[in-house]
């Protein structure tokens, strides 16, 4: 709900200053963050500044008494695993907690198993519950399209459904829905729901990275981590991400994380297999070549953790 | 009674006041919230001032962070029980405390019939006296 407090209309010919609006905000704060920590997302980076110099001219519009009614802000995000849409919700609930426009700038985030219930009248109360859980902040329904299940006729999703399409039409102030999941399941989930479609302003697509967005991902996780690579290392990621882009269940930034995560073990492995040296800093924090070569991708063309790996090297 | 006029049950926190609009009950729930204590939405039939233990409805509310939500149960419980009393409790669990610390009435019958004075011969020539709700001359269930 937007701050009421200031009520004073001012007149026609009074200036306004949009940069001073702006950085009273501080929302500027917000997005450098957002185009810092997150790489690529081009699109998805455009229409969050848009949404935001529209939630901040409708402010000033305000501030002269000219009404537009509460702006619609519901979204719906798109996009294959890994992309970033669960990272991106959280930092709407920040912009939009920072315009003022939802009054905690919390994040509910749930499924399915939250919202909808086993039996007859268990999916009212348990729906209504989350959604007064989310008053004030941001609802995020992760794979929305498990909430309904067209080939289940006796399923409780719908009657979810219909409840938060209620409040998301009677509550605009208290609740803003972020719904998320895989563009073509997502298509056919609004396709069954066409009252849902309507309610949701604002349709993100988010997509897929390249490999040297990735790389820069890489770093960034690997900088938070408080790692670094040596520069054959960086070499091998190079040679790596491209050959892990081809293999199956390629989930985008996820599987470089999990990547990152087989390096450090195989890191650990490897300083302990040197036990007898002693070990500076650096090498503690240093992921050499031998670490990313040693993965799967490179000599098997199996990616890491496939559990059909062990049988086809047979 | 010139000091109490209309009979209102007079109980918890604002009851000498006009009726809280829902401004004002969110900005007491608000006040609760920012304090941590759980709110809870309570409701009875029967005014006695000894009665304490009120009906809950539904669920305490631990994990709201937003008055809107408790609002949304206060009306639903106004418009389950329209004739009965509703009133919102807030709860400290802190070391210490583990008691309301706030409460008030947030939903009245349209008519309050107010109080009987029952006098009682006792030992000797001493006199007890008590007080009977009207409200609670039907049994349970039949007086709404």
């Not at chain 1, 040679?239 to 599987?255: C, K, T, W």
């Not at chain 1, 302990?272 to 031998?290: H, M, N, Y």
């Not at chain 2, 809107?68 to 389950?80: D, F, M, P, Q, S």
Request: proline share 5%; with cysteine; aromatic share 8%.
């Amino acid at each position: 709900m937007l701050d009421m407090s200031d009520t004073t209309v001012l007149a026609d010919g009074e200036l306004v200053n949009l940069q001073k609006e702006f950085e009273a905000s501080n929302i500027d704060e917000v997005i450098d963050k957002l185009d810092r920590e997150l790489i690529g997302l081009k699109p998805v980076k455009t229409r969050i500044r848009e949404i935001a110099a529209l939630l901040l001219v409708d402010r000033l519009r305000r501030k002269f008494g000219i009404s537009s009614g509460t702006p619609t802000l519901h979204m719906n995000f798109t996009g294959n695993p890994g992309t970033g849409k669960t990272t991106v919700a959280l930092r709407m609930a920040e912009i939009l907690h920072r315009l003022g426009y939802v009054r905690e700038g919390h994040l509910v985030s749930v499924t399915r198993d939250d919202l909808v219930g086993q039996y007859v009248g268990h999916t009212a109360p348990k729906t209504r519950e989350v959604i007064k859980r989310a008053m004030g902040g941001v609802l995020f329904i992760d794979e929305a399209y498990y909430l309904y299940k067209p080939e289940n006729e006796r399923d409780y999703g719908q009657e979810a459904i219909e409840i938060l399409l209620q409040y998301m039409e009677n509550n605009r102030d208290d609740l803003v829905v972020i719904l998320a999941g895989y563009k073509n399941k997502m298509d056919k989930f609004f396709d069954s729901n066409p009252g849902m479609r309507s309610r949701i302003a604002h349709h993100l697509d988010f997509p897929d990275y390249n490999p040297s967005e990735l790389k820069s991902i890489a770093e960034i996780m690997l900088a938070d981590q408080n790692y670094r690579l040596s520069e054959d290392a960086a070499v091998a990621l190079e040679e790596y991400i491209p050959l892990r882009m081809r293999l199956p269940h390629f989930s985008n930034a996820r599987s470089i994380r999990n990547a990152l995560d087989r390096a450090r073990l195989r890191q650990a492995n490897r300083l302990f297999a040197e036990r007898s040296q002693t070990l500076t800093r650096s090498d503690l924090i240093t992921i050499e070549a031998a670490d990313i070569r040693g993965s799967r991708v490179f000599v098997e063309g199996q990616p890491d953790g496939d559990p059909g790996a062990a049988t086809n090297a047979r | 009674m010139m000091t109490n006029p209309g009979n209102r049950v007079t109980q918890g926190q604002f009851s000498f006041l006009p009726d809280l609009t829902d401004t004002q009950i969110s900005a007491q729930i608000k006040y609760a919230l920012k304090n941590q204590w759980a709110v809870s939405v309570e409701y009875t039939d029967d005014p006695h001032p000894r009665n304490t233990y009120w009906e809950m409805f539904g669920n305490p509310m631990f994990d709201l962070k937003d008055p809107a939500g408790i609002l949304l149960e206060v009306n639903a419980c106004r418009k389950t029980y329209p004739n009965m009393y509703v009133r919102v409790t807030a709860f400290d669990s802190t070391k210490g405390w583990e008691a309301p610390r706030m409460s008030f009435i947030v939903n009245r019958p349209p008519n309050e019939p107010g109080f009987r004075l029952l006098r009682q011969e006792r030992d000797g020539r001493s006199q007890g006296y008590s007080i009977v709700p009207y409200a609670t001359d039907k049994p349970e269930g039949e007086r709404s």
